[in-house]
């Protein structure tokens, strides 16, 4: 151990540590499984098809099942996920309603 490392405190465990056991134990709590439909982990960068005819509120559009979704991104939680679509501004689609391409 180093004399100048940095301590952070840690507030599940209520003590210092240093710096790099924290980023080491910390990281996997911090992330969030997000699942498709049928199971398959998503990440961001994937693409995904719907597999049920959405009407998105206040575009006055319906998306058709089958619809291709290219480059999503997860939000942190575990049932939404961020998308883009052409005509469509802050698409957030539920990932009950999509299936991993």
Known sequence: MQADEDYVYDEQS???????QLTDAGAPSDTVEVR???GNLLAD???VTLIKDLTVK????TLK?????KSI????DAQEIDCKYDG??????RAEFVRKR
């Open 36 to 38: 498709d439909s049928v």
């Open 73 to 76: 991104r997860l939000t942190g």
């Open 45 to 47: 960068g994937d693409q």
């Open 14 to 20: 209520g003590e210092w540590v240093p710096a790099s």
């Open 65 to 69: 099942r089958g619809t291709l979704i």
């Open 88 to 93: 469509i501004k802050g698409l957030v689609l």
């Open 58 to 61: 206040g575009a006055g559009q």
